[in-house]
């Protein structure tokens, strides 16, 4: 027997004695087409999803996906997973005939067969578990790569900055070195003209005298 910690809904008590055969697990019931008119079941199956999670295990025929499909718009997907049977020809033994579409439902199938859709639904989970386990790793080693990167880059920034600094002070001392060789070189200029002038005024009062 198949022990699972979530709940299983199907559509009515003969799915659900078949069922119940196979899995150690809560079984409730959708009365076929009544969980569309019973608010009271579906806010049961709807704490039930949110307290310890609810497998939808329809029939495969359309009445089934319908079915599926409205427990599906009524409750958060994380708290609802889906098993599904596959599709066999045939009658269920209590029937006359077989359904509009002649398959089996969930009552009709081989207790190995609604063990194995039980199991093929907990082997999903567990791939979807390894998978966001891989995807967390994959997105931490990331974190960590981007974080080096961002380091190595403001520490590039910051060495591009300091050499940029350090060129524009050599550049500055430059021009501040030339400028003041330059007012040296007027300023030389400036008394070699005052000496020229204080000469050619010594020579003119000479020559007066």
């Keep these: 027997m198949v022990k699972i910690r979530e709940a299983i809904v199907v559509e009515g008590r003969y799915d659900k004695n078949t069922l119940s055969q196979v899995v150690d697990a809560p079984i409730l019931e959708t ?4 969980i569309f008119k ?3 079941q579906m806010a049961l199956l709807r704490r039930v999803a949110e307290k310890r999670g609810l497998i939808v295990f329809t029939d495969s025929d359309g009445a089934g996906f319908v079915i599926r499909n409205h427990i599906k718009s009524a409750i958060p997907g994380k708290s609802l997973k889906h098993a ?11 029937k006359s005939a077989p359904g509009r579409e002649g398959k089996l439902g969930v009552e009709g199938m081989e207790l190995s067969v609604l063990r194995q859709a039980l ?7 567990q791939r979807k ?7 967390r790793k994959e997105s931490a080693k990331l974190r960590v790569e981007l974080t080096l ?5 403001e520490l590039k920034a910051r060495r591009d900055a300091e050499r940029i600094i350090a060129e524009a002070r050599e550049t500055a001392e430059a021009a501040f070195a030339e400028i003041d060789e330059m007012r040296s070189r007027l300023n030389d200029e400036e008394d070699h003209r005052t000496a020229n002038e204080a000469r050619a005024e010594l020579r003119r009062r000479l020559n007066e005298a």
């Excluded at 599904?84 to 209590?94: A, H, L, M, N, V």
């Excluded at 199991?119 to 989970?125: A, F, G, N, P, Q």
């Excluded at 990167?149 to 880059?153: F, I, T």
């Design 129 to 135: 578990l390894r998978e966001a386990e891989e995807n």
């Design 119 to 125: 199991e093929r639904e907990r082997e999903e989970e």
């Design 31 to 34: 009365a076929g087409f009544g």
């Design 149 to 153: 990167r961002l380091e190595k880059a």
């Design 84 to 94: 599904y049977i596959p599709d066999i020809p045939g009658k269920e033994r209590r």
């Design 38 to 40: 019973d608010r009271q």
